[in-house]
């Protein structure tokens, strides 16, 4: 779904005839699309070097094919990656690449050295050689890239880009269908969620697989699906708000504004709407908003701050 071409190799690059056939294999074109597959998964196995370049930057066109030729040199110990920030600088950005070329190496998921500059063959040479020696001395273990990816896709959707969001937890999916990951499968029912499609949503938890279906991932993406339905028919915000306005003991206005203050995003404040609601009348509807309070928590989930926080204000109305 999110594959692409890859890029043309920039000015100065090894070309084809100069290349070996097994170049294609050790050197490649990426983006911040394929970035998952083409630098974390695979560097489960081996070091990937992430070249960040652009075509008109003349040290870039410098390093490049010292890069080329030394992990080409390497037969198939490193593998090289080249990321054009101008086509794709979301990476480099989550790396606070401040100036190019900047070389990052990965291995294992995460990454473990790099320098910014065009330098001397001599000593790309001796980095590639500690990245190999690195590999041999390896006993394996997880980064903490990936969490770091899936914060960034958080973020994304946390500020309404949700097309962004969605493309970085589908690629996380891609990157390893076999071991599919729960916050990640999570993630995108809560895009489509936030993208108004409650359909596709059930239908992805109703097909989720068994291997994470108790996760706690999955059961608070299901609570949020759960409000979301509730919230379809909450009505109009404006509304429901002149109807508080009017009679601030409309408790059924104030429990139909929280939930449609939730379906625009407006978390805090749907919250704030029904703690108030049972300082004002606890048992109302046998204690509909304290019930709906703990299916928001369950939908943002235990640690959320806001859940931690309105737990806390929940608690000091009730046992006042």
Known sequence: MFSIPPAKPPAGAV????????????????????????????????????????????????????????VLAAKGKVRLVKIDT??????????????????????????VDGFMG????????????????????????????????????????????????????SEILQADPENINAAAYAGLVRCLIAAD?????????????????????????????????????????PELMEKVARDQDDHQARFDLALALFAAGKREAAVDELL??????RTWNEEAARKQLVKFFEAFGPTDPLTVQSRRRLSSILFR
């Open 15 to 70: 070309n084809a005839g100069a290349a070996p056939a097994a170049a294609g294999d050790l050197i490649k074109d990426s983006s911040d699309r394929n970035f998952m597959a083409d630098v974390i998964e695979a560097s489960r196995s081996v070091p990937v070097i992430v070249d960040f370049w652009a075509p008109w930057c003349g040290p870039c066109k410098q390093l490049g094919p010292i890069l080329e030729k030394t």
């Open 86 to 111: 101008d086509k794709d600088p979301m990476i480099a950005q989550q790396l606070r690449v401040q100036s190019i070329p900047a070389v990052y190496a990965f291995f294992q998921g995460r990454p």
């Open 118 to 169: 065009a330098l001397p063959e001599s000593q790309v040479k001796a980095f590639v050689e500690k990245l190999v020696k690195l590999a041999g001395a390896a006993g394996g273990g997880e980064g903490d890239i990936l969490e770091e990816v899936l914060a960034q896709a958080k973020e994304a959707l946390e500020t309404g880009d949700i097309q962004t969001a969605s493309e970085i937890y």
């Open 197 to 237: 499609d409650l359909d596709r949503a059930k239908q992805m938890l109703d097909q989720v697989p068994e291997s994470i279906a108790k996760d706690k991932e999955i059961a608070a993406v299901r609570s949020a699906l759960d409000v979301a339905e509730q919230a379809a028919n909450a009505g109009p915000i």
């Open 276 to 281: 108030e609601l049972v300082r004002r009348d």
